[in-house]
């Protein structure tokens, strides 16, 4: 897998544009992303789709930033799985592109997503041991439950309740920003 430092992939722009392709989820993306990039969120990304829809850049790569660069190398793995090439991951993501000083276009502020989980999470816990301890025993599974999927989220790097986040009302944009056709 390919994997580019932010600074390096600056330059690359300032000589010839670069298709940068920002994999969050729409509400961090309009939060803050790199100038230039687009939005194509892992959830939705159409590897062949993308590919096939990049006018006059196919014989250019495709690099990925996210956040930190887990997602942004999980969608670098998903385009090479279906096969479609010379593709970048952008190690550090965002935070290093940031601290990099390189330009960021800066939106509406929201949450970010690992904080609902966390605060999601802590609150089920909670509830679930008020409730044993208030109402009846059988309460703490609901806490067991969720200390299982934090477990299972921490050994195989998804998270199924950050991705059920993803989906509510509040973490939706309307096409206030540009972003990719996908499937």
């Given at each position: ?119 999601a999470a ?50 939706r944009v ?10």
């Amino acid at each position: 897998m390919q994997s580019i430092d932010v600074r390096q992939l600056a330059k690359l722009d300032d000589e010839n544009s670069v298709d940068l392709i920002d994999v969050r989820t729409p509400v961090e993306y309009r939060a803050a992303h790199a100038v230039g990039a687009r939005n194509i969120p892992l959830d939705t990304l159409d590897p062949q789709a993308v590919a096939s829809g990049r006018n006059g850049q196919s014989g250019q790569p495709m690099y990925f930033i996210c956040q930190g660069g887990n997602r942004s190398r999980k969608a670098v793995q998903k385009c090479l799985d279906s096969g479609v090439e010379n593709v970048v991951n952008v190690e550090g993501g965002t935070n290093a592109w940031q601290q990099a000083g390189l330009p960021v276009k800066h939106g509406k502020k929201a949450i970010s997503l690992e904080r609902q989980v966390r605060i999601a999470a802590g609150s089920l816990v909670l509830l679930g041991a008020v409730l044993g301890y208030f109402v009846a025993p059988a309460f703490i599974a609901l806490s067991a439950f969720v200390g299982a999927g934090l477990i299972f989220a921490g050994i195989t790097d998804t998270c199924g309740m950050g991705m059920m986040l993803a989906k509510m009302p509040w973490n939706r944009v309307r096409d206030e920003s540009p972003s990719c056709p996908v499937s």
